[in-house]
């Protein structure tokens, strides 16, 4: 079975903080997605970013960074100078690759930005 | 170039009564996924459909029905409302690939139901 764990539920960091957001999963596919999404206090999914299994290299886009650990199964995400903008729930999830996978996703870490 | 189109956008409606949600998929995604999110809950899985057959199921109550149609629009019915029905729903579409590999997942911005 396939499970995420995002075991902050919350977390609030002062403007300019870096935060690290946590994510393992559990999977018994060996080749599988991992996935970032953001929702906003608007409600919308925003898709961050989606990694394929066998491509264990870090990325960078602007100030988010993704630390993707197979051997540790965790797939993290670092927001580096946080902004009030950056207020959200974030959301990280695993699929399979195959016609009838779906996206499985975990409970969700809400951040908080303050100013 | 357009994402994924949902409608309504809010939808207010009253116990026992009936709604449809609708979704167009980006141009040529012939896949379809329908998910609901309760008020501080994670998006679960309700149904997923390629090619206007149902692909998989997850926990769809017996009272929701959906399908997709030729143009690949899909429809989601809910019927007996109940106030716990009250939730966001999103619908995300993608394309399989010719190795049956998904593409990634577009989410539209989903439909949030209030019953009353």
């Known amino acids: 079975a396939q499970k995420v764990t995002q075991a902050q539920t919350e977390i609030s960091v002062v403007e300019k903080e870096d935060v690290t957001l946590d994510c393992v999963y559990e999977?018994?596919?060996?080749?599988?997605?991992l996935f970032w999404y953001k929702q906003p206090p608007s409600g919308e999914l925003v898709f961050l970013i989606r990694?394929?299994?066998?491509?264990?290299q870090n990325e960078i886009s602007g100030r988010y960074s993704w630390n993707f650990q197979k051997s540790t199964s965790s797939f993290n995400f670092t927001i580096t100078a946080s902004q009030v903008v950056d207020s959200a729930v974030y959301f990280c999830a695993l699929s399979g690759v195959n016609r009838d996978d779906k996206i499985i996703f975990g409970k969700g870490t809400r951040l908080h930005i303050l100013p | 170039a357009a994402g994924v189109i949902q409608s309504p956008r809010h939808l207010i409606k009253e116990k026992r009564e009936t709604a449809t949600l609708k979704c167009y998929p980006i141009?040529?995604?012939?896949?379809v996924y329908w998910y609901q999110q309760g008020p501080g809950q994670d998006p679960q899985f309700l149904i997923s459909f390629y090619e206007k057959m149902q692909s998989d199921k997850g926990s769809i109550p017996d009272r929701f029905s959906a399908q997709q149609f030729s143009d690949y629009h899909s429809e989601l019915n809910m019927s007996s409302l109940e106030l716990g029905d009250s939730a966001l729903y999103f619908c995300?579409?993608?394309?399989?690939?010719?190795?049956?590999?998904?593409?990634?997942?577009?989410f539209g911005q989903g439909t949030r139901l209030t019953v009353v």
């Open positions: 995300a579409s993608s394309l399989v690939g010719r190795g049956g590999l998904n593409t990634e997942a577009f």
């Open positions: 990694r394929n299994s066998f491509d264990e």
């Open positions: 141009s040529r995604h012939d896949t």
């Open positions: 999977t018994r596919d060996t080749t599988y997605y």
